[in-house]
């Protein structure tokens, strides 16, 4: 009883946080006339609930695309569509056709931050919840992983802040990796094609997925693994045709659905983002001197070059430590390469991260740090200034503190044996390095808010902040491929979680 009081108090400071920041503005808030994504995601109930499904995804008078267009696939519809009929039933002004464009009152702002409340204790809490149940250690090791999980600012402050509902596609893709964990493939496929039909963003996902599942079964070729796949196969196709059912009814409504989710026209990547093409930028003009479809192309190229490595090594090797390592070796090479990406899609990379918290604390936590920092220009622009630095610091606290993450600096801590000799003094320089990481993200932020860019150079900080944070991904995808490429041999019929 007194271990799941433990518990208990430590979801009740993650939900007392998570209002916390709720409480603060959210995206585009009284910034007429496109607002921002708080106004889509009200936009989405709208139509969703006031037009026939086969118009949810085409332009029409009652339907301009222009305007938050729908542009998720159909399990975020009828998301949208679920949370439209409780509107309906306490306010239907929040969803009227036309009149409710660009709707803000406290009462609106109250039910919408809600239902990111219910989505993440009901989705994403749950499974962070059983994760922690079905990892070794001692108990208190256990909810030392627990708060500092449910504490990581990054989701917080774009789902409780900013506003989106991240805590439902990461919470299902948190669910499949469960279901692999526990060697519930079936379960797992299911969890993750639901992820992937709510937001199309999981496709970062998708590939170590793919390897690990088609791996097991080739590797048990002898042993029913060829019926195994059939299996799943099956599984992910039902699972797909009941989600699309009502799109299938023609060709033309298909395939303007699979054009709304995958727009080729928007461009390298948005804003000030934290990736190789936007870094690049600062010195060769990609954008300019590249045509649309080079640029596809390229990124395509880079992508497929940066996770081909962990790929191959978790098909034929598929182990449950490699397949973690192989979600975030994949998450970062799409975030930093891949076509058309977006600050928030860091978020895609520090899910599989959280799952190493307890195993790679140092790394962890300092990977985690810079994801939510480099987030910084979009959460100034909302107005999120005091709860970025708030749960920037207390996630900083607990993990130095809980799970002693500034301690664990060895070689064996950080798994490097085999590259000590090329580093001499590692864990001096890990420090040293992780010390210098955090002085500069402050001394950034502070600037950031405190002086003005010089007027010829007006991007001047949000490109300092996306630099700074391009630097350590590329640093931290390395790492992350190193403990993958070269996992030591003893550990690879290891099926545990830690």
Not at 46 to 58: A, H, S, V
Not at 387 to 393: G, R, V
Request: glycine content about 4%; overall charge neutral; hydrophobic content about 50%.
């Amino acid at each position: 009883m007194e271990r799941w009081s433990m518990v208990a108090l430590v979801l009740m400071v993650s939900f007392i946080v998570r209002w916390a920041v709720s409480l603060n503005p959210y995206s585009g808030a009284g910034k007429p006339p496109m607002y921002g994504d708080y106004e889509a995601q009200r936009h989405w109930q709208e139509i969703t609930f006031n037009l026939p499904i086969d118009e949810w995804y085409f332009n029409t008078s009652n339907n301009d695309l222009e305007y938050w267009g729908l542009d998720y696939p159909p399990f975020t519809a009828y998301h949208s569509l679920l949370c439209a009929y409780v509107a309906e039933l306490i306010d239907p002004e929040w969803i009227a056709l036309f009149t409710s464009q660009g709707y803000e009152s406290p009462e609106h702002k109250l039910f919408m931050r809600a239902t990111v409340v219910v989505a993440d204790i009901t989705i994403y809490v749950p499974a962070i919840l059983y994760y922690m149940h079905l990892c070794e250690g001692p108990w208190a090791t256990k909810v030392s992983f627990l708060l500092c999980a449910l504490l990581y600012p990054g989701l917080i402050l774009i789902d409780h802040g900013h506003f989106q509902y991240n805590c439902i596609s990461l919470g299902l893709t948190l669910w499949g990796v469960l279901g692999l964990l526990n060697d519930r493939v079936f379960l797992g496929s299911v969890a993750f094609c639901m992820a992937l039909n709510y937001k199309q963003m999981e496709l970062y996902h998708a590939l170590p997925f793919f390897c690990y599942l088609f791996g097991s079964c080739l590797r048990n070729l002898k042993n029913g693994g060829l019926k195994q796949l059939i299996k799943i196969i099956l599984v992910v196709l039902i699972s797909f045709a009941c989600c699309w059912l009502p799109f299938l009814t023609s060709f033309e409504q298909s395939l303007q659905v699979i054009r709304r989710i995958f727009p080729v026209d928007r461009g390298l990547f948005e804003d000030k983002v934290g990736n190789v093409w936007c870094s690049l930028s600062v010195i060769v003009k990609v954008k300019e001197i590249l045509s649309q479809q080079t640029q596809l192309w390229l990124s395509f190229a880079a992508t497929l070059l940066t996770i081909l490595p962990t790929c191959v090594k978790l098909t034929f090797d598929p182990t449950i430590k490699g397949f973690k390592f192989a979600l975030i070796n994949c998450s970062l090479a799409f975030f930093l390469f891949s076509f058309h990406v977006h600050e928030k899609s860091i978020l895609l990379a520090a899910m599989p991260v959280l799952l190493i918290l307890h195993e790679l604390p140092f790394m962890a936590t300092w990977f985690l740090l810079v994801s939510t920092f480099s987030m910084l220009p979009l959460l100034l622009k909302d107005g999120l200034l005091l709860p970025y630095i708030c749960t920037s610091l207390a996630f900083l606290l607990v993990t130095t503190k809980l799970l002693s993450a500034f301690e664990k600096v060895s070689v064996e801590d950080l798994q490097l044996q085999r590259w000590s000799t090329y580093i001499p003094q590692l864990p001096r320089v890990a420090k040293s390095a992780f010390r210098l990481s955090v002085i500069a993200m402050a001394t950034l932020s502070l600037i950031s808010v405190a002086l003005n860019p010089p007027p010829q150079l007006p991007h001047l900080f949000p490109v300092l902040v996306s630099l700074f944070s391009c630097i350590h991904f590329l640093m931290f995808l390395m790492y992350f491929n190193i403990l993958h490429l070269w996992e030591p041999v003893v550990q690879r019929q290891l099926w545990k979680l830690k």
